[in-house]
């Protein structure tokens, strides 16, 4: 269950909310979730030799079931004080490891250097597209068009924790408020504020007339996350780590009595507030909108020839070794090599021979690792239901085979305490050949669950909600559309044959 995916999601709309004017020194913030205090930010500024340097750093501790998880995130960014950027680095520890990524800008291009382990992956990419300020630079943006008593504000940025993709925040609806801030009364300007992180949710922000942030508020679906402006001791004080996953298994209107012998699932989706997003159609399931709130899925395992869009059959996102599918690792490539011997030349049979030794592999199946990419994941043989995917993604490049992660549910008769009840899942596709003797029938993606036993590759309870690559520099926002849906997602079962 990708409870802890969903938090570092969190974390990056954290960071985002103090991308705001930071004079010299340091502040810092507690961070609830739910109401309960689950970890601090501190967010630092100095100058140096003609040089602004930026640095964040992030502690959140949640609970999944009886077992508590502690994410730590840190960024640092250079900028010179003209406001052009010189290089940035992104900290994280989600897995057993820590991981390092570093970007250095140049005229041309981003040199992006990433470590994790024993793995080091070194490239040169593209710069970002259009126009954008770094951390230092956007925030006296911000302060200046404050002090104009702009109406509107819109800066694009880039955080290190989201790699090079630019953040669009924009703010509005600007007036004043008294609100309290470390046991004293002060005047704030409250405003709304949107991010292109999380399209989805509209947060609150509580601002100084100097930009300084006093108190941000965000609900992502029914997560409802503050940061709120404290002193080291208090943010460093006792945490209660909110429960972030028997809390959101979702309840279907009956139970399953079939649900891993059911070659087939018919299940109607419902958003009980807003709508909800546009659901896949991949693999051996189909979608089918039946109004902005609902949508129809369909899970048929002995029908699964729906050809995959021309575009992905080329597309470098599914088969490049990345900072969390790392397919290029010595480790990974090991295991797939000798998962492969004596294998048949059937690409699908070795697609499924994968599966069957990444589930084998990770020995230590619990809920205690964050998100651990696969290189990660190959040393400590330790996770859940996302090391499983992430592992067999690389072990699919690394042979060639392209490959993509799903996030989605998985029906559960018992599980941590809940039964009858979906939980949120990840597990893997691969874009295999529809019929290998006929070469102009196309590929179409295949769904492989590496949790699962050896003998059941997936279950018609699977819904997918969501696919991803994992390409690139990130290792943040690939499950960001989610978060949103966590507390407000209804599901009938019309039927299980």
Known sequence: MQMTRIAQTILLAVFTALALPCEAGERWYVLEMQGQRAGWTVEREHTKDGTIVSTTESRLTIRRGTTEVTLTMSSRFVEAETGEPIEMTAKSELGGTPTEDRWIFGPDNVRWISTSGAQRIEKSLPNPEGSWLPPAAAGRFTAARLAADADRITVRTIDPLNGLEPIVTTRSGFSREIIEVLGRDIEAIRCRSESSIYPDSVGTEFISDDGTLLRSELSMGAMKIAVIAADEQLARSDLDPPEMMASLFISPDRPIRNAYSSSKGTYVLRATSGTLPDIPTAGSQTAERIDDASVRVTRSLEHTSTP??????????????????????????????????????????????????????????????????????????????????????????????????????????????????????????????????????????????????????????????????????????????????????????????
């Not at 309870?461 to 690139?472: E, F, R």
Request: include cysteine; hydrophobic fraction near 45%; charged fraction near 25%.
């Open 308 to 497: 995959a869009p021309a575009s992905d059959l080329d597309n470098p996102a599914f088969t490049e070794s990345s900072a969390m599918v790392t397919s290029a690792d010595p480790r990974v490539i090991e295991l797939a090599t000798a998962a492969l011997r004596g294998s048949p030349d059937s690409v699908p049979t070795r697609a499924e021979d994968l599966r069957r030794a990444a589930h084998r592999h990770i020995r230590s199946k619990d809920l205690s690792v964050g998100f651990a990419s696969a290189a990660e994941t190959a040393r400590t043989r330790e996770g859940d239901c996302t090391e499983h995917a992430v592992l067999l993604a690389a072990m699919l490049r690394a042979e060639g085979i392209p490959s993509r992660v799903v996030s989605g549910l998985i029906y559960a008769d018992r599980f941590a305490g809940g039964k009858d009840i979906f939980g949120y899942h990840m597990w893997t596709q691969a874009l295999l050949p529809i019929d290998e003797r006929n070469p102009e029938a196309g590929s179409r993606w295949v769904d492989l669950d590496a949790t699962l036993p050896e003998a059941r590759p997936l279950t018609a309870t699977h819904i997918a909600l969501g696919t991803h690559a994992l390409a690139g520099d990130s290792r943040a926002n690939a499950l960001v559309e989610l978060a949103p849906l966590m507390g407000r997602l209804a599901i009938e079962v019309e039927s299980t044959e």
